[in-house]
């Protein structure tokens, strides 16, 4: 089956970095577009990220220039670094994959284009 598999996620100090892993199986990386979303308690989900299978990247406002997607071909990885952190950016984070060719060139942030998504991890950012 295709699966997304996301971990790192912990408790961090506001200031801090926090590096979060995901893995897929049943399927390589390269042929999907693979973003994180991420959900706060109370609220709807939230797109932060994207790469297109044609490698461009997005991010929303709200994460730009702190948080940094990277991929491991070889493992068939996508990481999310985060740096920067706010006590706002606690949420449940969530590693998603699309496969529809409309998101090839130019991907976005709207969740319902992505039809694989990861159990998701939780990251706290407190004092």
């Known amino acids: 089956q295709l699966r997304l598999v996301e971990s790192g996620g912990g408790l961090v100090q506001p200031g801090g970095s926090l590096r979060l892993s995901c893995t897929a199986s049943?399927?390589?990386?390269?042929?999907?577009?693979i973003g994180w979303f991420r959900q706060a308690a109370g609220k709807e989900r939230e797109g932060i990220s994207c790469?297109?299978?044609?490698?461009?990247?997005k991010y929303a406002d709200s994460v730009k220039g702190r948080f940094t997607m990277s991929r491991d071909r070889d493992k068939n990885m996508e990481y999310l670094q985060m740096s920067s952190l706010k006590p706002e950016d606690t949420a449940v984070y969530y590693c998603?994959?699309?496969?529809?060719?409309?998101?090839?060139?130019?991907?976005?942030?709207?969740?319902?284009?992505?039809?694989?998504w990861g159990q998701g991890t939780q990251v706290t950012v407190s004092s």
């Open positions: 049943g399927f390589h990386l390269r042929h999907y577009t």
């Open positions: 790469i297109s299978s044609s490698g461009r990247f």
């Open positions: 998603v994959a699309s496969s529809y060719r409309k998101m090839d060139n130019e991907c976005d942030l709207w969740s319902n284009n992505y039809d694989n």
